[in-house]
């Protein structure tokens, strides 16, 4: 079962009042909301879009794991890394 929350002072509190028994184990998964694609100037040159474009991607998580394209195996089932 998933349930939604936000953290208030280090606290996850529960939506809609929901409680879970102490004890309960759980694993937190910080929810990402990507920003709006960018609007383009109808006379932006194409080089000038593509810029703009550029900026915008540079606003996602780099915090990802150098390796995941050949250990998402790994990061996905748990399975063994690939040496």
């Known amino acids: 079962m998933t349930y939604q929350g936000t953290v208030e ?3 996850v509190v529960l939506a809609d009042g929901m409680t879970l028994p102490d004890g309960t184990q759980v694993t ?3 929810s ?3 920003p709006p694609p960018p609007e383009y100037d109808p006379s932006m040159s194409i080089g000038e879009k593509l810029a703009e474009f550029a900026r915008w991607c540079g606003t996602f998580p780099t915090d990802l794991p150098t390796d995941l394209a ?3 195996d790994h990061y996905l ?4 890394k690939k040496p």
Request: no cysteine; charged share 10%.
């Open 9 to 11: 002072n280090g606290v």
């Open 28 to 30: 937190v998964v910080p």
């Open 77 to 80: 089932h748990g399975r063994p």
């Open 70 to 72: 050949k250990n998402h």
């Open 32 to 34: 990402v909301t990507a």
